[in-house]
């Protein structure tokens, strides 16, 4: 199986190259900006009438939340308007395409976690871009598959994991936000997940489509999440629980961003991780 990777530079780009190793039956095209520009529709086109795909691993997304709302046009070119074209090009090649979309599709209101068929209300430039991203992919080729997930992290590019790593050597302690709760993702879990789903569809000859939800498994708060953090990392930098407030932002962050897994568990028989071992394994990677 021929498999392409757009966004391959990003954290699960990276992630899924890493987990490539253990799938010696896929062939990987990875491709970035440099590869190939996904908002220009004729450059995409041509790709794929050039380069044999069976599968497409859209992974590319404008994710600088604050700087979207400076940069809206930025960010829907990329989160909205380059994953119709990469589906066009699916459709009309015969290719499998999966899409990663995100939890800010949500307005973070609820109580209980989101599942799929839970209503959607972005309150972002960035949430309301890759909302627009879903619909595109579904007009153009139906039978995708959209993976939404949250407060993904890994041992590359910028992200919540290093950046309290980083922080907490500089200060004497750390404030970070108790009032807003989700589940982190470690990018490794959901590259072996989305990886198993192609192996299985090259097994079973076909794949579901539709809107499937992955984190880990839990829930937290930021707060949370950074105490952990310190904890397994061996420092002991104090952190002090705050609430959102007290961070102005031009963002309304989501408070509760909990996903509902079940439906992608029982489709794809996908064992899914505490967040907190999966936060063991990066960190005694990349410390």
């Known amino acids: 199986m021929n498999i392409v990777v757009t966004g391959a530079n990003g ?31 004729s450059l995409v086109d041509n790709f794929f009438a ?3 795909a069976d599968a497409l691993i859209n992974c590319a997304a404008y994710t600088a939340v604050e700087k979207a709302e400076e940069e809206p046009e930025k ?4 989160n909205s308007k380059a994953p119709g ?49 879903e619909y595109g992919v579904i007009k153009h080729k139906p039978d995708s598959l959209i993976i939404r997930t949250s407060w993904l992290y890994s041992e590359y590019g910028n992200n919540f994991v290093k950046t309290i790593l980083r922080i ?18 470690y990018a490794g879990d ?16 076909t794949m579901h ?14 707060y949370d999440f950074a105490v952990e953090i310190l904890k397994i990392s061996g420092i002991n930098t104090p ?27 029982k489709d794809f028989n996908i064992s899914i991780p505490q967040w907190e071992m999966s936060l063991k394994k990066m960190l005694e990677k990349y410390l």
């Open 11 to 41: 954290q699960l780009g990276l992630k899924i190259k890493d987990c490539s190793e253990f799938y010696p039956d896929f062939n990987f095209l990875y491709l970035d900006i440099e590869d190939l520009d996904i908002t220009e529709n």
């Open 75 to 78: 960010a829907e070119l990329l």
């Open 50 to 52: 050039t380069h044999k």
């Open 239 to 265: 952190v002090i629980p705050v609430t959102g407030n007290e961070f102005p932002s031009k963002v309304k962050r989501p408070s509760y961003s909990v996903l509902d897994k079940s439906k992608i568990i």
């Open 209 to 222: 489509s539709g809107f499937y939800h992955f984190s880990d498994s839990g829930k937290c708060s930021w």
């Open 85 to 133: 074209y990469l589906a066009m090009a699916c459709k009309k090649y015969g290719v499998k395409f999966i899409h990663i979309s995100t939890d800010y599709v949500f307005d973070g209101e609820s109580e209980t976690p989101y599942n799929e068929l839970s209503q959607t209300n972005p309150q972002s430039v960035y949430g309301r871009t890759k909302l627009n991203g």
């Open 168 to 185: 907490a050597k500089e200060k004497e302690f750390l404030n970070v936000v108790n009032d807003q709760f989700g589940t982190p993702t």
């Open 190 to 205: 959901l590259a072996e997940a989305i990886l198993e789903i192609l192996k299985k569809s090259r097994t079973f000859g």
